[in-house]
């Protein structure tokens, strides 16, 4: 059995980064036209109103200092390509990770703990799996690397859950407590999440081109 890479030492990541990076990694595959994102869809992606657990309210301002720090870190960099300011994250170069599994931990932190169901489903727009077991496997990849955890199946619970680690050290007791009601996702819901999703990148992009028309006036 080959022994998984190393990981480099990674900065722990605040809710606001780890938000942030989160929309780069799920947006590079949703609104490929809008991608690397400039500050304002970045902050419009990490305050949606779906699929995001918890629903943030970030401001600009923090959002444009958290894709600093993470350019910092190595893990964002600012695209130059455009008058304006954009980014593009760099976590499957940071870590050398395939495309799979960065799909895997972008999901967990826009969402949380996720079991091996959801994953699957939220998954289809972002990486493609052969089937369950591929994506398990994709799982303990990064549970190899210190990347993700297993969470313990509270009383009541039938599917394991897993936690990303890119933000520290979790109390795992305590999120499989806190999730063991949680209701697992069905094709309807993510149907309809689907949905939401495709108008808040059209209103995300309408915002865009008039931010770019209103600093051309101005320029």
Do not use: W
């Amino acid at each position: 059995m080959t022994d998984a890479p190393s990981t480099p030492d990674l900065p722990v990541l605040d809710a606001t980064q780890a938000r942030v990076l989160g929309c780069l990694i799920e947006k590079e595959a949703t609104t490929p036209d809008t991608y690397p994102l400039t500050v304002n869809a970045a902050q419009v992606a990490a305050n949606q109103k779906t699929a995001r657990e918890p629903v943030m309210n970030i401001s600009t301002g923090n959002v444009q200092h958290a894709l600093r720090q993470l350019e910092g870190m190595g893990l964002a960099r600012q695209h130059f390509s455009s008058r304006a300011e954009r980014y593009e994250h760099l976590l499957g170069i940071k870590l050398d990770l395939p495309r799979q599994q960065v799909a895997l931990l972008g999901l967990l932190l826009l969402r949380g703990p996720q079991t091996v169901g959801e994953l699957a489903a939220r998954s289809e727009r972002l990486a493609r799996f052969a089937d369950a077991e591929d994506l398990r496997h994709q799982l303990d990849r990064l549970q190899q690397r210190d990347l993700v955890i297993l969470l313990p199946r509270a009383p009541g619970q039938r599917e394991d859950r897993f936690m990303h680690l890119l933000g520290g050290p979790v109390d795992a007791e305590a999120l499989a407590a806190e999730y063991r009601t949680a209701p697992a996702a069905t094709a309807g819901n993510n149907a309809l999440e689907e949905r939401v999703q495709q108008l808040e990148a059209t209103v995300a992009a309408l915002q865009e081109q008039l931010a770019q028309l209103q600093q051309q006036l101005g320029g």
